[in-house]
């Protein structure tokens, strides 16, 4: 069983760039599927990227995020990332990371936080005008 734990969170200014990262103890990522979701305060939790399980060769993105966000894996550290670029004030939230425990021959991104079993504590992300 899997324990994520996200990283990489802090404060920064509009137009500016962060890195978040997940990684595990107790599993090997490789064989999950992966999100990024964030939640504003008092709005509902959004999806941000998703990723296929082992290869990262498919992944899918939020309509607010296209363009600015990528989501990678590292199998070899066990890490998802999540590289945000231009960073917009509209971006502040806590990011969570997600997983999904999937076949072998699963090639499934997952956009819908019911569809993930293991979630992280969240970091905070904040960007100021």
């Known amino acids: 069983q899997v324990h994520l734990v996200e990283t990489g969170g802090g404060l920064v200014q509009a137009g500016g760039s962060l890195r978040l990262s997940c990684t595990s103890s107790g599993g090997t990522l490789s064989s999950y599927a992966m999100g990024w979701f964030r939640q504003a305060p008092g709005k509902e939790r959004e999806f941000v990227a998703g990723?296929?399980?082992?290869?990262?060769?498919?992944?899918s993105y939020g309509d607010s995020v296209k363009g600015r966000f990528t989501i990678s894996r590292d199998n070899a550290k066990n890490t998802v990332y999540l590289q945000m670029n231009s960073l917009k004030p509209e971006d502040t939230a806590v990011y969570y990371c997600a997983g999904r425990r999937v076949s072998y021959s699963s090639s499934s991104v997952y956009r819908s936080e019911y569809e993930y079993d293991y979630w992280g504590q969240g970091t905070q992300v904040t960007v100021s005008s």
């Open positions: 990723i296929v399980r082992w290869s990262g060769s498919t992944t």
